[in-house]
């Protein structure tokens, strides 16, 4: 078992920052891929950024050059840095990790960006 807990969500204004950690405990030796969500209500959760074990990142179109997504291992953390936030990046962001062949999710944290 994983467990996925984030905070960091919040209000800011457009053109802010906020910076979301995901703090994993459990089977973390386990965990091989990491990354961050988003859902807007009556949409499908997309993917925002993910993080491999070596490092790979990914970053969806909308949100490249913006956001940066780090993982601490040492500290069992993981980190999404958002930078020049837009209005449409208003969502529930939700951390997930991969491991033991299964995915895990924390319960999310709002971001709201105001125009």
């Known amino acids: 078992q994983v467990q996925l807990v984030e905070s960091g969500g919040g209000l800011v204004q457009a053109g802010g920052s906020l910076r979301l950690s995901c703090a994993a405990s459990?089977?973390?030796?386990?965990?091989?891929?990491m990354g961050w969500y988003r859902q807007i209500p009556g949409k499908e959760r997309e993917a925002v950024a993910t993080?491999?074990?070596?490092?790979?990142?990914f970053y969806v179109d909308s949100v490249m050059g913006r956001f940066t997504i780090s993982r601490d291992n040492a500290k069992n953390t993981l980190f999404l840095q958002m930078n020049s936030l837009k209005p449409e990046d208003t969502a529930v962001y939700y951390c997930?990790?991969?491991?033991?062949?299964?995915?895990?999710w924390g319960q999310g944290t709002q971001v709201t960006v105001s125009a």
């Open positions: 993080i491999t074990d070596d490092g790979t990142t």
């Open positions: 997930s990790a991969f491991a033991r062949r299964r995915d895990y």
């Open positions: 459990g089977a973390i030796s386990s965990i091989s891929f």
